[in-house]
């Protein structure tokens, strides 16, 4: 089975980042992709006015008295179900320097869309002057937390199709290497996958101590 542990807690993550749930299961998504305390506290206080985290709905009774108490008992339940980092979440920590390698930067869990993330890449690579990108947008992310699938997209820097093929085929042997199974018909137009992934981060160091 492949499926996030917080799947199953008392707080299952909501199943997408840009649409709010409840406050409870969207800190739990949050956590999920590996947000610190500050991270999450700051996202539900940047505009009070807009925003109040007290007017989000719950299921939590009592409902806790502060923003601060609320997200120390999600990350305490989050903590017991995840705590440590999966083999495969250690594997797609080290593809950033397994791409640079191959002259490939890399873009992960930035952009909330593909046009969004490929712009996120294409900045990337040229700052270190790779050839290339691949990119996974914060929707694939939700859905690899969700399903164990992820999905990469890449290009060259150039655009041209034969390069991007080519950087296709690297993507596939650095993702192999790290043995995340990639699959991929070496159509540029199509994404390459890789299933059967259990994508899990430990808590991050700023929580409170559990």
């Not at 999966?86 to 593909?114: C, H, M, N, P």
């Not at 996120?120 to 699938?149: M, P």
Request: hydrophobic share 35%.
């Amino acid at each position: 089975m492949t499926s996030h542990a917080m799947l199953n807690s008392a707080y299952p993550p909501s199943e997408a980042t840009y649409f709010p749930e409840k406050i409870e299961t969207d800190i739990a998504l949050m956590l999920c992709h590996g947000h610190s305390f500050a991270e999450v506290y700051d996202y539900f206080t940047e505009d009070p006015e807009d925003d109040p985290w007290q007017d989000r709905k719950t299921d939590i009774d009592p409902k806790p008295e502060s923003l601060e108490e609320l997200i120390r008992m999600v990350g305490q339940e989050y903590n017991r179900a995840v705590p440590r980092d999966s083999e495969d979440a250690t594997k797609i920590v080290a593809l950033e320097d397994a791409f640079k390698q191959r002259s490939i930067a890399w873009s992960f869990d930035e952009g909330w869309d593909k046009g969004e993330a490929a712009e996120e890449g294409v900045e990337k690579a040229r700052e270190i002057s790779a050839d290339g990108y691949a990119y996974c947008t914060v929707q694939d992310i939700d859905r690899l937390i969700h399903t164990g699938t992820l999905y990469v997209g890449f290009s060259a820097v150039s655009a041209q199709e034969e390069e991007t093929r080519t950087i296709g085929h690297r993507v596939c042997e650095v993702l192999k290497e790290q043995g995340l199974n990639p699959t991929w018909g070496g159509n540029t137009g199509a994404r390459i996958e890789c299933s059967g992934l259990r994508y899990e981060l430990a808590l991050a160091d700023d929580f409170p101590s559990q």
